[in-house]
């Protein structure tokens, strides 16, 4: 029994481990892949945002230039605007310190980028001195759509990674539901039904143990008293028989004799003889010739070799003992027939109920026994009248 309930608690156990381990696992690669698309998400905001000033750069570099050609003054401003539009430039298209930028644009923005070259060396010699505002002018009007497009591009990739992100998100938050779904029904319910066995098993075998142990001592119970029976009062009466056959009293004899006869018919009744030892095929033998003998009904053995296992022996003969007695005390039976085979044990007899006292501590005795056995005992009337108790060894 405690075997079963280790067995039953380790199983259980590693299915729980497996299945908080899964979970975890699955938890813990969801992080990772939302935290990745997270930091790089983050980043779009700061890409996005340079790109639109790098627009708003050339714009105002071009009106600088305007402004410096009225008034020299501009020009130290110029060159500052250009050297802030140049380096915003240079992390857009080549520069390694913005996450989905520079070197991890897509071929897209790198197509876009490669187009804005012509224009954006024209604004930056434009832009030095000698001053060109004109040129700067002219190459602003195509560095300012190619700008925007790249704007667009930079935002729609942006959109669309967080798209990514939503769809990701969603698609492993229902994972993880399938895999509860799953642990429900392939981990957590075996589980519980195989410890809902073991529970189980663990109350059969405890019952079974009570009823073996009650069992066991209602035979010793039996055994002393048929003792006591065979060694006292049958001793007694043997003596008194010896008595009357000196005094020569013959028909007081004679029912000392007969008296005798039926102690000792029920001493071994209730001490039978070592069934291991003599057989089972011998015990039942001697059970059903006494019984003729002590109740003068036919009581017969009808044996099919090689018989059932020795391990039921002791019960196969405690279940015809308290049948043949339910027979001939509550049915009044006049012909009691046992026929036992390698799996099969049935006691027929004629009477009107052999088992009427359903009830009753014998039929319980036999009901415990058969389950003992791993069978369950069957007892009824016949079609043709008399009463039958049957099992059949698994």
């Known amino acids: ?47 996005v945002n340079l790109a639109g000033r790098q627009r708003m750069l050339s714009q105002r570099l ?50 876009a980028f490669a187009d804005l070259e012509a224009p954006f ?63 429900a029904l392939v981990v957590f319910r075996p589980a519980v039904a195989r410890l809902r066995q073991a529970i189980h098993e663990r109350e059969r075998l405890r019952e079974q143990e009570f009823a073996n142990r009650e069992l066991q001592i209602a035979a010793d119970t039996a055994r002393g008293i048929g003792q006591d029976l065979h060694d006292g009062l049958g001793q007694t009466l043997t003596a008194l028989s010896f008595q009357a056959q000196a005094a020569k009293q013959p028909v007081l004899a004679a029912g000392l004799a007969e008296a005798v006869a039926q102690c000792r018919a029920q001493a071994r009744r209730l001490a039978p003889v070592a069934i291991q030892a003599a057989g089972l095929e011998a015990a039942l033998r001697e059970l059903t010739d006494s019984t003729a003998r002590a109740a003068g009904v036919a009581c017969n053995l009808e044996w099919t ?38 799996r099969s044990l049935a006691i027929i007899d004629d009477g009107q109920g052999g088992a009427k006292g359903a009830d009753g501590v014998g039929l319980q005795s ?9 069978s369950e005992l069957e007892c009824g009337p016949l079609p043709g009248g008399g009463w039958v108790v049957r099992i059949v060894l698994p």
């Open 121 to 183: 060396a024209v604004m930056s010699r434009a832009a030095r001195e000698p001053l060109d505002p004109a040129a700067l002018l002219r190459a602003q009007e195509d560095f300012l759509p190619g700008m925007e497009r790249i704007v667009a591009l930079y935002r729609s990739e942006a959109e669309a990674r967080v798209s990514r992100l939503i769809t990701l998100e969603l698609s492993l938050c229902g994972l993880l539901l399938l895999v509860l779904v799953l642990e």
């Open 1 to 47: 029994m405690d075997e079963l309930d280790g067995s039953a608690a380790r199983d259980f156990t590693r299915r729980y481990a497996l299945a908080l381990g899964l979970v975890a696992l699955l938890s813990i690669a969801a992080q990772i892949a939302v935290q990745v698309a997270l930091h790089r998400a983050r980043s779009d905001a700061a890409v």
């Open 366 to 374: 036999m009901r415990a026994r058969a389950k003992r056995l791993g």
């Open 305 to 342: 070799a090689p018989g059932p296992p020795a391990a039921g022996w002791s019960d196969l003969f405690h279940i015809c003992q308290e049948a043949i007695t339910n027979a001939l005390r509550h049915g009044r039976a006049r012909t009691i027939s046992v026929r036992i085979g390698p």
């Open 62 to 111: 071009t009106m600088t230039a305007l402004a410096a050609e009225r008034d020299p003054a501009f020009i130290v401003t110029v060159a500052s605007v250009l050297g802030e539009w140049t380096e915003a430039h240079q992390r857009l298209s080549r520069g390694d310190d913005l996450a989905n930028a520079g070197r991890d644009n897509s071929p897209a923005v790198r197509q």
